[in-house]
């Protein structure tokens, strides 16, 4: 069974940085393309960065362009989200998502693209 586990959520001060990590286990898909999606509450959840199988290619939203970078380790199955610059905007549940199928180049921005999603983890940033 396919298990995703996201973590590093906390609350933060407005500039400052977090890592968020996401471990995927309980499969044998590792080289397909992961995701960060984030959800604000009463609005939707939206498209954050993703990165393909291979780590070579990746996609952002305009919104955390320069400020977040999306990784990954191959060996441990695991993506990273490093966030710099943090703003009050930023603040919602960043959830982790894995996709089991597509080429170790491919990378995707659609939330219903993707198979397998973490329960999320919570960050906050005040003014």
């Known amino acids: 069974q396919v298990h995703v586990q996201e973590s590093g959520g906390g609350l933060v001060q407005a500039g400052d940085s977090l890592r968020l990590s996401c471990e995927v286990s309980?499969?044998?898909f590792s080289w397909h393309a992961r995701a960060w999606f984030r959800q604000a509450p009463g609005k939707e959840r939206?498209?954050?960065?993703?990165?393909?199988?291979?780590?070579?290619?990746?996609d952002y939203a305009d919104s955390v362009k320069d400020r977040f970078t999306i990784s990954r380790d191959n060996a441990k199955d695991t993506i990273f989200l490093q966030m710099n610059s943090l703003k009050p905007e930023d603040t919602a549940v960043y959830y982790c998502?894995?996709?089991?199928?597509?080429?170790?180049?491919?990378?995707?921005?659609?939330?219903?693209?993707?198979?397998?999603w973490g329960q999320g983890t919570q960050v906050t940033v005040s003014p």
């Open positions: 998502a894995a996709d089991n199928t597509g080429s170790r180049y491919h990378v995707e921005r659609i939330a219903s693209k993707y198979e397998f």
């Open positions: 309980g499969h044998a």
């Open positions: 939206e498209f954050v960065a993703t990165i393909s199988g291979s780590g070579g290619v990746s």
